[in-house]
Nanobody
Framework: QVQLVESGGGLVQRGGSLRLSCLASGSYDRLPAMAWYRQAPGKQRELVAL???????KYADSVKGRFTISRDNTKNTVYLQMNSLKPEDTAVYYCNARIVRLGSRVPDTYWGQGTQVTVSS
């Protein structure tokens, strides 16, 4: 069974840093893309950062220059390094992955359980 297991959320002061991790566990064929989304109270879930393959990345304008997404293909893990955090970054952060299961030709979309990030002012 394929699962996304997140870790690394917490409470931090304005200007602080956190690193989120997401492990894609289970058996599968390929992991074409991984991403982080977030959802603040009363708001829609939004894309924060995306990595395709190992190198192509995309960021929301609000986090450019502060957040860095990376992946370790040997560990099937994606990271989100968050620096210079602001109170408006407070949200539940969700890991997202496009995964091609064994015996399948097309990717399915998986979500993690979410991890809370709270930035105090």
């Amino acid at each position: 069974q394929v699962q996304l297991v997140e870790s690394g959320g917490g409470l931090v002061q304005r200007g602080g840093s956190l690193r989120l991790s997401c492990l894609a566990s289970g058996s599968y064929d390929r992991l074409p893309a991984m991403a982080w989304y977030r959802q603040a109270p009363g708001k829609q879930r939004e894309l924060v950062a995306l990595v395709i393959g190992g190198a192509k990345t995309k960021y929301a304008d609000s986090v450019k220059g502060r957040f860095t997404i990376s992946r370790d293909n040997t560990k099937n893990t994606v990271y989100l390094q968050m620096n210079s955090l602001k109170p408006e970054d407070t949200a539940v952060y969700y890991c997202n992955a496009r995964i091609v299961r064994l015996g399948s030709r097309v990717p399915d979309t998986y979500w993690g359980q979410g991890t809370q990030v709270t930035v105090s002012s």
